[in-house]
T-cell receptor, first 115, second 114 residues
Framework: GENVEQHPSTLSVQEGDSAVIKCTYSDSASNYFPWYKQELGKRPQLIIDIRSNVGEKKDQRIAVTLNKTAKHFSLHITETQPEDSAVYFC??????????????FGKGTHLIIQP | EPEVTQTPSHQVTQMGQEVILRCVPISNHLYFYWYRQILGQKVEFLVSFYNNEISEKSEIFDDQFSVERPDGSNFTLKIRSTKLEDSAMYFCANTLGTGIDGYTFGSGTRLTVV
């Protein structure tokens, strides 16, 4: 089955700086790669996703890059703000999103924005 | 924005008891999922459900677990005889089922087995 590795487990950055979280996956059949933000005690919330036909996707301060050859994808957050502090999870799925296949999650990155 | 609703928000049960966790999906969504998250750990896929039957399930989803959609709206997860290690946050999720949409997660049920 799919295995998703995520690094680092904790990331502390100064407010205004950029943060990068990296994930690798094992199953070359994976085509859908979402990123979730989870605040303490709350549900995972989708912040951005990318499918295998796209190499990069951007939404304001958030961007995701995908390298299918190397089987890795990364989350980039620029101009970090205190409200960006949370746990971020990457995930992978064989489908293109929303079918029978479940998501395989990474172990999460605790992002801490220092004021 | 439509939401996935889960009840109860927190359930405490004695080891060996049966529990039923409930989810009200978004009305036009066709695929339903259950995930669990043990405290401080990653989210783990349990099962997907489509057209009133299980589509995929993980190794975690053993004979102690079952799912159903008894009345065409609620989607339930039953744990037949709870163990201490079943203590976790359980999330329901839905998708439209188009194959190109994202997963919407419910607010979760915190299950504590004592």
């Amino acid at each position: 089955g799919e295995n998703v590795e995520q690094h680092p487990s904790t990331l502390s950055v100064q407010e205004g700086d950029s943060a990068v979280i990296k994930c690798t996956y094992s199953d070359s059949a994976s085509n859908y790669f979402p990123w979730y933000k989870q605040e303490l005690g709350k549900r995972p919330q989708l912040i951005i996703d990318i499918r295998s036909n796209v190499g990069e996707k951007k939404d304001q301060r958030i961007a995701v890059t995908l390298n299918k050859t190397a089987k890795h994808f990364s989350l980039h957050i620029t101009e970090t703000q205190p409200e960006d502090s949370a746990v971020y999870f990457c995930a992978a799925s064989p489908g293109s999103g929303g079918g029978a296949d479940g998501l395989t999650f990474g172990k999460g990155t605790h992002l801490i924005i220092q004021p | 924005e439509p939401e996935v609703t889960q009840t109860p928000s927190h359930q405490v049960t004695q080891m060996g008891q049966e529990v039923i966790l409930r989810c009200v999906p978004i009305s036009n969504h066709l695929y339903f999922y259950w995930y669990r998250q043990i405290l401080g750990q990653k989210v783990e896929f349990l099962v997907s459900f489509y057209n009133n039957e299980i589509s995929e399930k993980s190794e975690i989803f053993d004979d102690q677990f079952s799912v159903e959609r008894p009345d065409g709206s609620n989607f339930t997860l039953k744990i037949r005889s709870t163990k201490l290690e079943d203590s976790a946050m359980y999330f329901c999720a839905n998708t439209l089922g188009t194959g190109i949409d994202g997963y919407t997660f419910g607010s979760g049920t915190r299950l504590t087995v004592v």
